[in-house]
Nanobody, 122 residues
């Protein structure tokens, strides 16, 4: 049974940093495409970052490029999202997602965590 559990969200001032963690069980993170998505109130879930299976190629939404970094720790079976230079518009619930083959569209992912709230104050 696949389970993804996010942690690390919270309240931070603009310009601050947070690191989100995604603990995976029931799958091996290096064998799956892993993604981070976010959803703000009244908006659709949007792509943030992905790290590809095996080779670990990363991809980012333009809105976070240069500020966010996705990574994985195979020994811990974890995926991370380091968020620097946070802006109020980054406020959302952040979700970890996994699939054997997926890209930047939420509908491509079969497995989802419960989400963690990130709030950036101005």
């Amino acid at each position: 049974q696949v389970q993804l559990v996010e942690s690390g969200g919270g309240l931070v001032q603009a310009g601050g940093s947070l690191r989100l963690s995604c603990a995976a069980s029931g799958l091996i993170v290096s064998s799956y495409d892993m993604g981070w998505f976010r959803q703000a109130p009244g908006k659709e879930r949007e792509f943030v970052a992905t790290i590809s299976r095996i080779v670990g190629r990363t991809s980012y939404a333009d809105s976070v490029k240069g500020r966010f970094t996705i990574s994985r720790d195979i020994s811990k079976n974890m995926v991370y999202l380091q968020m620097n230079g946070l802006k109020p518009e980054d406020t959302a619930v952040y979700y970890c997602a996994a699939d054997r083959r997926a890209g930047t569209y939420a509908q491509e992912y079969d497995y989802w965590g419960q989400g963690t709230q990130v709030t950036v104050s101005s």
